[in-house]
């Protein structure tokens, strides 16, 4: 299960040295150390992730982070985990509330996805409406909408309009230049 269909050659003998291939079904502190010292590698990584803001967290070492397009089918949760993507909730639920359910015969657990309809209805709204919030960290501004479209201000006057559309490996690099950068993403719940 990649993210993207692969173009990249499934075994790249430019990592044969690392004992490792960039493979996005698995992000662990190994493929990351690999990245630190390897740009190849973390290039063709990032290629292989398609959430920018999967390969954000991943770059900072956070354990999850946030998917508003796809809100999990079962707990209709936004947090997922880095590493293999799987919804955050439903593995720390998992093997408690939902084996105590199993246990008495109940069905596991589900929220009425009538009520995220009705979020995700209000967000558009307030969207519309002009409505967002704004916080500057250090040399960076940034504006985030209830959409979850993060604007951002950086210091030479460039305005990135959706910094979820840019690159993963490019926000790392970012994050590396402008550490307030990664504060702004905390705060924006990417991670
Ligand atoms: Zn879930």
Redesign the pocket.
């Known amino acids: 299960m990649t993210d993207k269909p692969t173009r990249q050659p499934r075994h790249d003998p430019r990592f044969v040295l690392h004992a490792a291939q960039p493979r996005a079904n698995k992000l662990d502190a190994r493929q990351r150390a690999i990245c630190k010292v390897d740009p190849a590698f973390a290039d063709a990584l990032s290629a292989r992730v398609n959430d920018p803001r999967r390969f954000a967290a991943f770059a900072v070492g956070a354990t999850s982070y946030i998917r508003m397009a796809e809100p ?6 936004f947090r997922r985990r880095v590493r293999d993507r799987s ?5 720390l ?1 998992r093997g408690r509330d939902n084996f105590e359910r199993m246990r008495a015969g109940l069905s596991p657990h589900k929220l009425r996805s009538r009520d995220s309809q009705l979020d995700v209805l209000s967000r558009q709204r307030r969207e519309k409406a002009g409505e967002f919030l704004e916080r500057t960290f250090g040399s960076v501004t940034v504006k985030l909408f209830p959409s979850g479209r993060l604007e951002v201000h950086y210091p030479d006057g460039y305005v990135e309009p959706d910094l979820g559309k840019v690159d993963g490996r490019r926000v790392w690099e970012l994050m590396d230049m402008l550490p307030e950068l990664r504060d702004a993403l905390i705060w924006a719940r990417w991670f």
Request: proline share 8%.
């Open positions: 999990c089918p079962r707990c209709e949760g919804c955050y909730a439903c593995h639920n």
